[in-house]
Every structure is written in structure tokens, then in C-alpha cells.
């Protein structure tokens, strides 16, 4: 199982990659992460939506989801809250089966 501080490395790994025009942004908010059966949920936020205050400036998701098992880090989907999601990855209810 990962700690909280290898998740949060992992975490900001995927961030940097994804948004590489927003590093110097990138403010990690460890004190709101959550940890699931299934994994980390990681917080994270914009320091120009920090400073201000607009929701304008906030990042679309500020959660990534970095699983226990060594799976990839990825963002959560926008359909379920992360909760619902964390509870369903770790019963084996996601994804949907077709």
C-alpha cells in the first residue's frame, strides 16, 4: 500500500505531465486527502484560484485518484462523487460491466 506521500508523488507526476503550462501553479493540498480501500483520493488546487478566490480559476477536477495496487493515477470520473467511485472500485463495481 502507498503512503500518503508516495501518493501525493504520484499525484503531482500526473499533474505536471497533464498540465505542463501549470507547474509553477500546482499547489498539492495534502491536509484534504482521502484514503479509501481502493486508494488515495489527492487534492489539489490552483494557486491563481487560491489567491483569488474565483471558482473561474479553480481546476476542472481537484482530485486525483492513485490506487494502492500500483495502478496509473488518474482522474476520477465526473459522473460519480469520488466516494461513490472509491467505494465502487474497490467492491469491483467499476468499471460498468456492458
Known sequence: MLSKEEALDFAAALLRRVYPEKTDS????????????YGWAIAFDWKEHIETGDWLLSPITSVVIVPHDGGKAHFPPSVLPVDDYMHRRASGDWPPKE
Open 26 to 37: 500546482l499547489v498539492m493540498v495534502p491536509e484534504k486527502c482521502v484514503e479509501y480501500a
